[in-house]
């Protein structure tokens, strides 16, 4: 089996595998490291790669200066960083951070973000992801503050969304932005409802496209003009609807909330003004700019800049790319409603759902030939091709979307959950899906996991037999892992009592479904 190594250029190697997960292990942990003494090319010897401008380094007494450089430049292009140790040291950028989060109150820390991976095991060949740990960093609250704001427009984002299809006259429910999973489950609703009987019984073509590089990818100051531009519509938007200037987002621990204010000057509870804020239009663009010119990272006692995409790892990263891939899909939208001459083609588009960089599409086979900005069809497609290329994961008549299944049944679209971990590639890892009975959790936080995933069950399955068959599967793993089969059983049957009539059938029926699956000791599960 053939991985990758690390270097700024790729080089195959071929490993065994029980070897190379020890090696990523230890990789990891020193690439955690945040001693300012490490050397890059322990790194490199550790997993044998090939050091880059190095004939032989174990014939060498030193290394000069200008080697090491040269070979950590030659690293960080790959990745789309700027080495500045010789322009600026970490001390002057952690000082100018301090001085711009004083200005606006937010915590102070001394650190910049150090680099680490997280190995994809279930890849072939093995490769790995870089991740920028941001948490405690000099920036850390800045972005965090970011993502609060930004899960407070998500709403109006939406809104927008509806009024430009309202146009058209298209109905929709969101944007193509997701939440999570459950927002799937309406579309497929939709679909169902708007064909007949007969209808039903014919396979719809579902496809699911994935971005391949994303985050590492995105131009910085596309990224900044576009986030820039969408922060505008939002504040324009409000303000024409209810003159709202400014949002109050108040975060805490277990707690979030937003209210559109009309002013900025509110009074703020001398309790809660740790954990609220009341920001307008330019309060967000300036933190966003900062942000966005400051992507510093640190390995050792080396400093980089990212120039070229986002870190994975910021708090902030989900938001833009979400964000930053909506504008594209808005600006399609709005030039084929301007246009009103593709109104079967809007209807097909308003169906699609995306969740940050993967795509499930329904019902629209020659979604390909919109995908694109350089396509010649309707003006141009969607997305700018040379960092934001798809590629199609699956086709057919069912597909596989985060952790739901949709097939075809002779009733229409059905959604069942999936879980990847299940597949043939993540067999030889070894992966904890539930805690086993021994571990240090409260009792009741262990039994508690069995409403919470009945509750999962019934919102995303969309017939009875799929919610018997996941509850009997999580069952037996619990008991597998050392849970009492009637206490659990009886978590099950008083989370029916809760839900009476549950998928149109009494909850004492639905109960015996799934005990007649076990044995009386519940020892087996018996399919």
């Known amino acids: 089996m053939s991985v990758y190594n690390v270097g700024a250029k790729l080089q195959p190697l071929y490993v065994n595998r029980n070897r190379w997960t020890s090696v990523c292990i230890e990789f990891t942990r020193i690439f955690r490291c945040r001693d300012r003494n490490l050397n890059m090319y322990e790194m490199y010897d550790l997993i044998g790669c090939r050091r880059v401008n190095m004939s032989d380094r174990r014939g060498k007494s030193n290394v000069s200066s200008g080697e090491v450089i040269s070979s950590h430049q030659d690293f960080c292009k790959s990745y789309g960083f700027k080495l500045y140790q010789n322009y600026v040291s970490s001390g002057e950028v952690i000082s100018s951070h301090q001085d711009f989060c004083k200005s606006y109150g937010f915590k102070l820390y001394q650190n910049l973000p150090f680099l680490y991976t997280v190995w994809k095991f279930h890849k072939n060949p093995i490769k790995p992801r870089f991740i920028a740990a941001s948490c405690n960093t000099s920036l850390t609250d800045v972005s965090k503050w970011l993502s609060n704001c930004f899960k407070a427009i998500l709403p109006t984002i939406h809104d927008i969304w509806k009024e430009l299809l309202r146009d058209a006259d298209v109905p929709t429910s969101s944007s193509w932005i997701l939440y999570n999973s459950l927002g799937v489950v309406p579309v497929i609703k939709s679909l169902n409802s708007s064909r007949t009987i007969e209808e039903k019984s014919v396979p719809l073509g579902l496809q699911t496209f994935d971005f391949t590089t994303l985050y590492t990818k995105l131009d910085l100051n596309d990224l900044k003009h576009r986030i820039s531009s969408l922060v505008r519509k939002v504040f324009s938007f409000k303000f024409t609807k209810d003159r709202c200037k400014a949002l109050l987002v108040e975060k805490s621990a277990l707690h979030f909330d937003y209210l559109w204010l009309k002013s900025k000057s509110v009074d703020i509870d001398s309790k809660k003004k740790r954990y609220t804020r009341i920001v307008d239009e330019t309060d967000i663009l300036l933190w966003l700019e900062f942000l ?236």
Do not use: W
Not at 345 to 353: A, D, P, Q, V, W
Not at 467 to 495: A, D, E, N, W
């Open 292 to 527: 966005l010119e400051n992507l510093y990272i640190s390995i050792g006692d080396t400093l980089f800049k990212q120039c070229i995409g986002i870190p994975m790892g910021t708090n902030c990263a989900v938001f833009l790319a979400n964000f930053y891939l909506f504008t594209y899909e808005f600006e399609f939208m709005e030039r084929l409603v301007l246009a009103n001459t593709f109104p079967i083609i809007i209807h097909k588009l308003s169906n699609i759902r995306r969740f940050v960089d993967d795509l499930f599409v329904p019902d629209f086979s020659s979604f390909q030939d919109f995908m694109y900005l350089d396509n010649d069809a309707f003006g141009g497609g969607i997305y700018p091709k040379n960092f934001c290329e798809l590629n199609c994961t699956s086709h057919g008549d069912s597909c596989a979307f985060l952790d739901l299944k949709i097939f075809q049944s002779p009733f229409g679209l059905e959604v069942d959950i999936y879980d990847k971990r299940l597949e043939p590639e993540f067999a030889s890892i070894n992966m904890i899906r539930m805690p086993h009975i021994d571990s240090n959790i409260s009792h009741l936080a262990k039994y508690g996991v069995v409403c919470s995933q009945l509750f999962r069950f019934s919102r995303l399955c969309s017939s009875l037999s799929s919610f018997v068959i996941q509850c009997c599967q999580l069952i037996s793993l619990l008991v597998q892992k050392g849970y009492l089969f009637k206490k659990v059983s009886k978590k099950v049957r008083t989370f029916l009592l809760r839900n009476k009539f549950i998928y149109g059938s009494s909850s004492f029926h639905v109960f015996k479904l799934i005990i007649s699956k076990f044995n009386r000791k519940g020892e087996h599960y018996l399919g």
